[in-house]
């Protein structure tokens, strides 16, 4: 989920989506990096964070966690 988004940012999204779905798994990506932003994203629903640039190892990683 990309946090900033033109009509509806991220963080809207994915509490939108929790009312419908609660299984699918959302990690949030973006270019915000600062303190509290994690935490920001994880309350709005998100399973996980990833701040940009993302590393496809750090990706790769996330996916293969949430697939198990």
């Known amino acids: 989920m990309d946090i900033k ?3 509806m940012d991220g963080y ?3 509490k939108e ?6 299984n699918v798994v959302i990690i949030a990506q973006t270019a915000y990096a600062l303190e509290g932003d994690r935490q920001k ?28």
């Open 5 to 7: 988004m033109p009509e």
């Open 17 to 22: 989506i929790r009312t419908f779905n609660k």
């Open 12 to 14: 809207d999204a994915t």
């Open 41 to 68: 994203a994880l309350e709005a629903g998100c399973n996980d964070y990833l701040a940009k640039p993302i590393s496809i190892e750090s990706l790769n990683e996330l996916i293969v966690d949430y697939l198990k």
